[in-house]
C-alpha cells in the first residue's frame, strides 16, 4: 500500500507536498515484540507511579511521608518479621488458588468464600474431636480443603451446567458463606465463655505453631503448596494442556486435551488452596473462628496472580511482598487510626498502575501529522 | 396477615429502587460493548459522596442524590480510561475499580467522621386522591419523589436505546465496533460516554440507599447489590423493562427478610439475610436453563476496539 502510494508520487511531474491538515493525531502500533529489559523497566516505572499515588493519599490522611518509610522499616524487626511470615501464608495460598483458576480461564473470586468453608472445615474437626491428637492438624487440614473444593466445585457445576457466569455467582456465594459462617458464630459454635461472636479456641495441638527462627508451619504448607503448583505449572504434561486451553479451548479440544478433566482438576486445586488458605489462617493467627478473618483475601488474591502473571513461584515474592504492607496496615490502623480499607486502596491503585502499563508494552504510542 | 402484605408491598418500591437504577445505568454501558463490574464500587461512591454531601452542605435530598450521581460519573471516567484508552482487561479493570472505591469510601467515612451520623432523609410524598384507594394507594402512591421519578426514566432510557439515533449508534458500537468505526462513528467516545451516563444512574442507586433508605453511611453498606445489579442485566437480557421487573422482584425478597422477622415469626437472622444471593443464584441459573445458546448479550461485550488491531 505504502510502496505504491510513494511510486505514484514519484510518478507524477510535480510532487507538491499534500494539504497539511490539522496538527495530527496519535496513532498507536502494535509492537511485536520488546526487550525483556525494557518490559521491566516500563514495569518498574509503572510501580513507582502507584506507590506514589499511594503515598501521596497517605499524606493527604494524616501520615508523613516520613513517618510512612520508619513504620515500613520497622516491618523488620524480629517480632513483625514474624507476623509477616504469618500474614504471608494464607496471602500465598489465595495468590495460588487464583492463579490456577485464572490460568484456564476460571474467574474464581470466591476465594473468601472458600476460605470460610475451609475454616468451617477445619473447626468441625476441631469442635467434634475427630481422629486421635497426633494427626489432628492433617485431619483438619483435609476438612478445609474439601469445604474450599466443595464451594468452588458448586461455582463450577452451575457454569457448565446452566452456564451461570463464575465472577457473579462466586461473588455472591462469598456473600453466601460469610452470613452462613455468623449463622454458626451466633448460633451452635459460638464460644460459651466469652460470648463473642467467635468459635472456643483450638486445644494447642491443633494450632500450627512455629518451627523456630520465628517461622510458622503455616508457611511451610504454603511453600509446599507453591512448589506442587510450581512443578504442575512448568513441569508436568497438564501445565502444558493448561497453556494450550488458554490460549485457544476449541483448538485444544478437537486435538484430544482432556479439557473437561484439565479444568476440573485445576479449578478443584484452586478450591483446595482457597480452603487450605483459611485453614492456615485461623490455625496459625486466632486459633479460633472469627467473624472476620476472610476480609479482603479476594482482591489480595486477583492481585498477587495479576502481579505475578498467574507464576506459582512468583506468587509465593508477591505474597510476601502483600504481607509486608499488611503489617505496616495493621501498624497504621493501630497507631494512627488509618482504616484497614487503605489496605485494600493501595493494592488496586498497584493493580490500575500495572495493568495500565501493558498498554505500553503491547503499544507504540506515535505522533503522526 | 393482611397488614404484613400490606407494608411488606408498600416497601418494596424503596428497596427495588436501587437495584433499578444500577442495573438500568448498567445495561446502558454495557449496550456500548463494555462489561461493566464497576457497580459495586461505584454505588458506594454515589452513597458516600450523597450522605456527605448531606451532612455537610445541609442541602435538600435532592441535592444530595445530584451529588451522589456526578461522583460515580466522576469515578467512572478511570474505569472508561482504562478500559476504552488502556484496553485494560474489563474483568481486572472492573475489579480493581470496585476494591479502589470500596477502600477510597471506608477511608474518607472513617476520616472525616461520617459513620453513623443519621440525617433527615426524603419525604414520602402522597399523591393525594390516588393515595386514599384502599390497598394499592399505599403501595403505589405514597412514596418518595425518586422512586416517582424512575417510570420516567425507564420510559427515557427505553426510547432512546430503541427509538433514538444515538440509541441506535450506541448499539451498533456494542455489537461490532469494528463496522461502526467503519461507519464513520467515534467508538472510544461513544463508549467513555456510555459508561460515564450509565454510571451516573448507577451513583443515584448507591446515593437513594445512603440518602433515602438508610439515612446513615456505614462502610461496605452498599453490600453485594451492585453485584446482584450485574446479575439483573443478564436476568434482562440487557433490555429496561425486563431490568425493572427482575428490581422490583429483588425488592420483593430483600424487603421480606426484615418483615418476617418483625411478624414475630422465629427463623435464623443469618440464614435469611442470603435470600437475596441465593435468589439471584437461582434466578440466573433458571435463565441459563431456559435460554440454550443465544443470552441477548451484545455482540461484542467484553472485546477492546483497537482499529490498528486487525482481527
Not at chain 2, 160 to 167: E, I, K, Q, V
Request: aromatic letters at 10%; proline letters at 4%; charged letters at 10%.
Amino acid at each position: 500500500m505504502h510502496d505504491v502510494a510513494m511510486t505514484m508520487r514519484e510518478n507524477s511531474p510535480s510532487p507538491k507536498p499534500p494539504p497539511r491538515r490539522g496538527v495530527g493525531r496519535f496513532t498507536l502500533d502494535m509492537r511485536q515484540a520488546l526487550s525483556p529489559w525494557k518490559q521491566a523497566g516500563i514495569l518498574a516505572g509503572s510501580l513507582a507511579i502507584g506507590l506514589f499515588i499511594s503515598v501521596v493519599i497517605l499524606d493527604i490522611a494524616g501520615i508523613a511521608p516520613f513517618d510512612l518509610v520508619r513504620e515500613l522499616a520497622g516491618v523488620f524487626n524480629a517480632d513483625s518479621l514474624r507476623s509477616v511470615l504469618v500474614r504471608a501464608a494464607p496471602l500465598i495460598l489465595v495468590g495460588l488458588s487464583a492463579g490456577l483458576a485464572f490460568r484456564i480461564g476460571f474467574w474464581n473470586l470466591g476465594l473468601e468464600g472458600q476460605m470460610v468453608f475451609g475454616g468451617i472445615g477445619a473447626t468441625a474437626v476441631s469442635i467434634y474431636g475427630i481422629g486421635p491428637e497426633s494427626t489432628r492438624l492433617v485431619v483438619m487440614g483435609i476438612a478445609a480443603s474439601a469445604g474450599g473444593l466443595l464451594w468452588v466445585m458448586l461455582a463450577y457445576w452451575m457454569k457448565v451446567r446452566f452456564r451461570v457466569n463464575e465472577i457473579i455467582s462466586t461473588l455472591l456465594m462469598n456473600y453466601i458463606a460469610s452470613y452462613f459462617l455468623l449463622h454458626l458464630l451466633y448460633g451452635a459454635w459460638q464460644d460459651s465463655k466469652t460470648a463473642f461472636p467467635q468459635s472456643t479456641q483450638y486445644q494447642p495441638f491443633e494450632r500450627l505453631s512455629d518451627i523456630g527462627y520465628g517461622i510458622n508451619s503455616a508457611l511451610l504448607v504454603a511453600l509446599a503448596a507453591a512448589v506442587v503448583a510450581g512443578w504442575g505449572v512448568h513441569l508436568s504434561r497438564a501445565g502444558f494442556y493448561m497453556r494450550f486451553i488458554s490460549a485457544n479451548p476449541n483448538m485444544a479440544k478437537v486435538v484430544g486435551v482432556p479439557v473437561r478433566t484439565i479444568s476440573i482438576a485445576v479449578i478443584a486445586l484452586s478450591g483446595v488452596a482457597a480452603g487450605l488458605a483459611g485453614f492456615v489462617n485461623v490455625a496459625s493467627q486466632e486459633g479460633r473462628l472469627t467473624q472476620s478473618f476472610f476480609d479482603g483475601y479476594v482482591f489480595s488474591g486477583v492481585l498477587i496472580a495479576f502481579l505475578s502473571r498467574n507464576d506459582p513461584i512468583i506468587v509465593v515474592i508477591v505474597g510476601f511482598l502483600l504481607a509486608v504492607l499488611f503489617v505496616t496496615g495493621q501498624t497504621l490502623q493501630v497507631f494512627y487510626q488509618i482504616p484497614f480499607t487503605m489496605v485494600q486502596l493501595i493494592e488496586a491503585i498497584i493493580v490500575i498502575a500495572v495493568a495500565s502499563s501493558e498498554f505500553l508494552i503491547r503499544h507504540r504510542i506515535r505522533w503522526t501529522r | 396477615m393482611n397488614d404484613f402484605f400490606i407494608n411488606w408491598l408498600a416497601n418494596v418500591p424503596g428497596t427495588a429502587a436501587p437495584y433499578a437504577f444500577a442495573a438500568l445505568g448498567l445495561i446502558i454501558s454495557e449496550r456500548s460493548g463494555v462489561l461493566n463490574l464497576t457497580a459495586e464500587g461505584l454505588m458506594l461512591v454515589g452513597a458516600v459522596a450523597g450522605l456527605g454531601a448531606s451532612l455537610t452542605m445541609g442541602g435538600h435530598p435532592l441535592i444530595a442524590l445530584l451529588v451522589a450521581m456526578l461522583a460515580a460519573s466522576l469515578m467512572s471516567l478511570l474505569f472508561a480510561g482504562l478500559v476504552v484508552i488502556l484496553r485494560v482487561n474489563q474483568v481486572i479493570a472492573g475489579l480493581s475499580v470496585v476494591f479502589f472505591c470500596q477502600g477510597l469510601t471506608g477511608l474518607i467515612g472513617t476520616l472525616a467522621n461520617w459513620q453513623n451520623h443519621p440525617i433527615a432523609g426524603l419525604k414520602k410524598i402522597a399523591i393525594w386522591p390516588l393515595s386514599e384507594i384502599p390497598v394499592i394507594g399505599r403501595i403505589l402512591f405514597d412514596q418518595d419523589l425518586v422512586v416517582y421519578l424512575a417510570i420516567p426514566i425507564f420510559f427515557a432510557v427505553s426510547f432512546f436505546l430503541r427509538r433514538s439515533m444515538l440509541g441506535l449508534k450506541l448499539r451498533a458500537v456494542g455489537e461490532n465496533p469494528a463496522a461502526a468505526d467503519a461507519a464513520g462513528l467515534n467508538v472510544s467516545l461513544y463508549r467513555i460516554g456510555a459508561i460515564v451516563a450509565g454510571s451516573s444512574l448507577v451513583g443515584l442507586a448507591g446515593g437513594y440507599i445512603s440518602v433515602v433508605s438508610v439515612k446513615l453511611w456505614v462502610t461496605g453498606m452498599v453490600g453485594g447489590r451492585g453485584w446482584i445489579a450485574v446479575a439483573l442485566v443478564v436476568f434482562a437480557r440487557w433490555a429496561p423493562w425486563p431490568a425493572l421487573a427482575g428490581a422490583l422482584l429483588f425488592g420483593c425478597i430483600e424487603g421480606v427478610v426484615p418483615r418476617i422477622a418483625a411478624a414475630g415469626i422465629s427463623v435464623p437472622q443469618y440464614l435469611m439475610l442470603m435470600t437475596p444471593y441465593v435468589a439471584t443464584i437461582a434466578v440466573m441459573m433458571w435463565v441459563g436453563a431456559r435460554n440454550r445458546g443465544y443470552q441477548g448479550e451484545p455482540g461484542a461485550l467484553g472485546q477492546p476496539h483497537v482499529r490498528e488491531e486487525r482481527r
